[in-house]
């Protein structure tokens, strides 16, 4: 509807992009209220969970440097601070020196952290599941393809 009022409105212009940048907001919009609620019983926010996965799926021994945080998240240093020290206080990271250079810092997740993202990951692959559940997997695969292509020609060459 919004295209064809646009197209009698303006003829001359292909408004075309607006109906794939529209949907995609919609859908970001969408599936963050599932993910978000997800997250919430958990007492996480996206950000703290995506610093508790990060860590989680790192190579063992699952410890990572502020700046790989920085760069897994794309998100400023500062951030990233903010982040840490949200999740240290409530004693699910910790930072300690790096045993290869002294003068750094790297952050690992406690007892606690590990257990919670353990119990948090299955429950958050469950809510996307729900959220894809009207895709075929040949459809979930044509779409993920694409995405990736729209984000590399955008200059997204993180995987």
Request: proline share 4%; aromatic share 4%; glycine share 6%.
């Amino acid at each position: 509807m919004v295209l064809e009022q646009w197209h009698q409105r303006r003829p001359d212009l292909d408004v075309s992009p607006m109906g794939v940048i529209g949907r995609l907001n919609r859908v970001n919009r969408l599936i963050s209220g599932e993910l978000e609620r997800t997250f919430a019983r958990y007492d996480l926010d996206r950000a703290s969970f995506d610093v508790l996965a990060t860590l989680r799926r790192s190579e063992p021994p699952h410890h990572l440097t502020p700046n790989d945080l920085v760069k897994s998240s794309m998100v400023t240093s500062g951030a990233v601070t903010q982040r840490l020290d949200r999740l240290e206080k409530r004693e699910l990271v910790r930072r300690s020196r790096n045993e290869v250079d002294g003068r750094s810092v790297v952050v690992s997740l406690t007892d606690k952290g590990w257990d919670l993202i353990n119990e948090v990951l299955p429950e958050h692959i469950a809510t996307e599941n729900r959220v894809l559940a009207g895709l075929t997997a040949k459809q979930r695969d044509t779409l993920a393809k694409t995405l990736r292509e729209l984000l590399e020609s955008l200059g997204d060459t993180q995987e």
